[in-house]
C-alpha cells in the first residue's frame, strides 16, 4: 500500500494519547483511547495488504506471518533482552522473574491471555507489570493469524462482494460480544480478541467500502474525526465498561480520517507528527517500562523525564532495529531461518534460566538475599482452598465442626486470609465461608472487574441454613466509594445507608454478628516494595489509621444493631507500629493488607470470641 502521511500522524496521536495517560493519568484520563484508534488502524491496513494479494492471486499466508514478525518481533525482542539486563542490575528476586515470564508471553504473543488469567484480585498492580502493555500486540498478532486465512476462504469460494459482507457481519457480532462482555465479564473483554476485533473489523470497512466524497466534506470528515478524538481521549475514563458503547467514540473518529484521506491535512503531515508517527511504535514499546520504573522507584518529575527518554528510546530503536532489512522470501519448509525466531530462541532460553532459578538469587548476598527469598516465598503464599460445598447456588468453603450450629463468614478477601485461623482453632461450629475477592457484600458498590453475585444474593443461603453468628467484613468500604468530588457526598451517604441495610437485614436472622473493621494496610507492608526500595523500618500505628480516614467516616454514621460487635484488628496487631516483619525476618503479609497464612494463626486472636461457643 502506498504511504499515507494522514494514518502515520494518526500513529501519532494515538502513541501521544497512550503515553499522556499513563504517565499521569490526570492530565488525560481517556488516553487508553490511543490503542483502539491503532487497532482500526491496523485493521484498515492488514485489509488493504490481503485483499490485494487476493486480487493479484498472489497471497501467501506463510509470507504474511513472516512480513507481520519481521515488523514487530524485533523491536520488542530488543526491548526484552535490554530490561531483561537492566533488570539483572535493578530488579529483584520477583520482579526479575516477573520479567523473564512476562517477556516469554510477549515475544510469543499470549501475554493478553496471562494478564487476563492473572488480573484476579491478588494481581500485582499495574505498575509493577513491566511489559503489561505488550497486550495489545498480542490481540493484534492473533488477528493476523485467523484474519488473512478467513478472508481467503470467503473470497475464494464466494468472491469479494460476499468478503465485504462478511466484514460487516463480523464486526456486528464482536462489537455485541463487547457490550455484552465488558459489563458480566470486564477483565476478559479488556484483553481478548473477540470482543477487540470489531475495531480492527471497523478498519477493514473503511477500506473495503470507501466512500466518494467530495474534497470539502473530506476536510471536514477529517476536522471532525481528530476533534472526536480528542474529544474521547478526556471524556471517557477508566472507570468506563471497556471496550462498550464508548469505544465508538474513538474508532468512529479514526474511521472518519480513514476514509478522509487527507495527505496535506497540517492536524497530520506536520514534521512533529510526521516524525512521531515512524516512531511510534517504539515510542509505545519502550514508554511503559519507563513508566513502571518510576513507579518503582518512586521517581520525582519522572513526567517530563520518562516522555523523554520514551521519545529518544523510541526514536532509537527505530532506526537501529525497526529499521533493519529483514527478508521476507524464507519458505515455510526453512522456518527456522527466519530472523524473528533466530532473535527470540535465545531471548526465550535467558528467559527460562531465570525462571527456573527464580530471578537468579546469586545477584544478592547476605541479608538482601535471604530478605529477596522471603519475599517471593511471601507473595504466594495465601491459604484459602477452592469451595467444596454447594448450597442454595452458592460456592462456599465448608469446615465441619462437632455442634449442629452454624457459623457464616461473608465477604471479600479479608474475610478469606482469616481462613487458615478458623480452620486451625474452630472445631465447633460448622462454618461456611462464602466470599469473593474484590467484592463488598452491598449490591450498590460493584467492582467493574468481576461478577459479585456469589455473595451479594448471599439471601438464597440464609433461607436455606439457619446461623447462629456470622461474621463480616467493613474492610475497603473506602475503596468502592465514588472517585468524582462532585458526587462523592450524595452517593457516600447512599451506600452508607444501602450497607446499613443489608446489616440490619443479617443481624435479624442471626443471633450475633461480628463486623471485622480495617486490617493494617499500606505500600510499607507489601514484600515487593520492601525489597525493591530496601526500607524495612515498621510502620508508625497512626499512619495505618490515617489511611482509613473515609472508612472510619462512613462506620461512624452506621447504624448498628444492638446484636452486631465490631472487631478492630488493627488493635490487636499493632502496637505503636506496625511491624511488617517476624522476629525471625519472615514477611508477614503477603501484599500490602493480607495477612500470609502462619500470620494469621499466630495472631488472629480477636477471631476466638466469634468461634467459641
Given at each position: 500500500?502506498?504511504?499515507r ?21 490526570s ?39 513472516l ?36 517477556s ?18 491478588f494481581?500485582a ?44 457481519i ?19 473483554s ?16 473503511a ?53 478522509s ?53 523510541g ?101 478469606e ?10 472445631d ?11 467484592c ?34 467493613f474492610?475497603?468500604?473506602d ?13 457516600v ?32 507492608f ?62 508477614r ?20 470470641t466469634?468461634?467459641?461457643?
Amino acid at each position: 500500500m502506498k504511504f499515507r502521511t494522514d494514518i502515520n500522524g494518526l500513529r501519532a496521536l494515538a502513541v501521544a494519547f497512550v503515553v499522556i495517560f499513563h504517565f499521569d493519568e490526570s492530565l488525560l484520563q481517556g488516553g487508553f483511547v490511543g490503542v483502539d484508534i491503532f487497532f482500526v488502524i491496523s485493521g484498515f491496513l492488514m485489509t488493504g495488504i490481503v485483499l490485494g494479494k487476493l486480487e493479484s492471486n498472489n497471497l501467501s499466508i506463510w509470507q504474511f506471518y513472516l512480513s507481520r514478525a519481521n515488523r514487530i518481533l524485533p523491536a520488542l525482542i530488543f526491548l526484552c533482552a535490554a530490561w531483561l539486563f537492566i533488570g539483572y542490575f535493578l530488579f529483584s528476586l520477583i520482579d526479575y522473574k516477573a520479567l523473564a515470564k512476562d517477556s516469554i508471553a510477549s515475544i510469543l504473543f499470549l501475554s493478553n491471555f496471562s494478564y487476563w488469567k492473572t488480573s484476579g484480585y491478588f494481581a500485582a498492580a499495574a505498575n509493577e507489570k513491566l511489559l503489561l502493555h505488550t497486550w495489545s500486540l498480542s490481540v493484534e498478532w492473533q488477528f493476523y493469524l485467523i484474519y488473512p486465512v478467513v478472508l481467503a476462504v470467503i473470497y475464494r469460494l464466494l468472491g469479494l462482494g460476499i468478503t465485504k459482507l462478511a466484514l460487516i457481519i463480523g464486526l456486528i457480532l464482536s462489537f455485541l460480544f463487547s457490550i455484552y462482555f465488558s459489563e458480566s465479564h470486564s477483565v476478559a473483554s479488556y484483553f481478548l480478541l473477540p470482543t477487540r476485533a470489531w475495531e480492527m473489523l471497523l478498519g477493514g470497512i473503511a477500506f473495503v467500502y470507501p466512500l466518494s466524497l467530495n474534497e470539502n466534506v473530506k476536510r471536514i470528515a477529517h476536522v471532525v474525526g481528530v476533534i472526536l478524538m480528542l474529544v474521547s481521549s478526556f471524556v471517557i475514563s477508566s472507570e468506563m465498561a471497556w471496550p462498550g458503547y464508548m469505544a465508538l467514540l474513538p474508532c468512529f473518529a479514526t474511521y472518519l480520517v480513514l476514509i478522509s484521506n487527507q495527505q496535506r491535512s497540517p492536524i497530520t503531515n506536520n514534521i512533529v507528527a510526521q516524525f512521531l508517527g515512524k516512531w511510534s511504535y517504539s515510542i509505545y514499546l519502550w514508554h511503559w517500562p519507563i513508566v513502571t520504573l518510576g513507579y518503582y522507584y518512586s521517581l520525582e518529575n519522572w513526567f517530563l523525564i520518562g516522555i523523554l527518554l520514551s521519545i529518544v528510546a523510541g526514536a532509537l530503536s527505530y532506526h537501529f532495529i525497526e529499521s533493519a532489512n529483514l527478508s521476507n522470501k524464507i519458505p515455510l519448509t526453512r522456518f527456522y531461518k527466519a530472523k524473528p525466531i533466530i532473535l527470540s530462541i535465545p531471548v526465550i532460553a535467558v528467559c527460562a534460566f531465570i525462571i527456573a532459578n527464580n530471578g537468579v538469587a546469586t545477584r544478592f548476598s547476605g541479608e538482601q538475599r535471604e530478605l529477596n527469598l522471603q519475599a517471593l516465598e511471601a507473595i504466594g503464599d495465601f491459604d484459602y482452598p477452592e469451595p467444596n460445598l454447594r448450597v442454595a447456588g452458592h460456592d462456599v468453603r465448608f469446615i465441619e465442626g462437632t455442634s449442629q450450629d452454624n457459623i457464616l463468614f461473608i465477604g471479600a478477601s479479608h474475610i478469606e486470609h482469616t481462613y487458615p485461623f478458623v480452620k486451625k482453632y474452630n472445631d465447633f461450629y460448622n462454618v461456611y465461608y462464602l466470599t469473593q475477592g474484590g467484592c463488598f457484600i452491598t449490591p450498590s458498590m460493584k467492582n467493574p472487574k468481576w461478577s459479585c453475585k456469589n455473595i451479594q444474593n448471599y439471601q438464597s443461603l440464609l433461607e436455606e441454613v439457619v446461623f447462629k453468628k456470622v461474621v463480616t467484613s467493613f474492610y475497603s468500604f473506602d475503596s468502592y466509594l465514588p472517585k468524582d468530588e462532585e458526587v462523592s457526598v450524595k452517593e457516600v451517604q447512599q451506600r452508607i445507608e444501602d450497607y446499613n441495610d443489608i446489616l440490619s437485614d443479617i443481624a435479624d436472622q442471626t443471633e450475633h454478628v461480628y463486623l471485622l473493621l480495617g486490617d493494617p494496610r499500606g505500600p510499607e507492608f507489601d514484600p515487593r516494595r520492601t525489597v525493591r526500595v530496601g526500607t524495612y523500618a515498621p510502620i508508625p500505628v497512626e499512619d495505618v489509621v490515617s489511611s482509613y480516614e473515609l472508612h472510619d467516616m462512613a462506620l461512624g454514621k452506621l447504624n448498628i444493631p444492638k446484636n452486631v460487635s465490631l472487631i478492630n484488628p488493627i488493635e490487636h496487631l499493632c502496637t505503636e507500629v506496625c511491624e511488617f516483619l517476624s522476629d525471625d525476618g519472615r514477611f508477614r503479609y503477603k501484599d500490602s493488607n493480607h495477612a500470609r497464612p502462619w500470620f494469621a494463626e499466630e495472631a488472629m486472636n480477636y477471631l476466638l470470641t466469634t468461634i467459641n461457643p
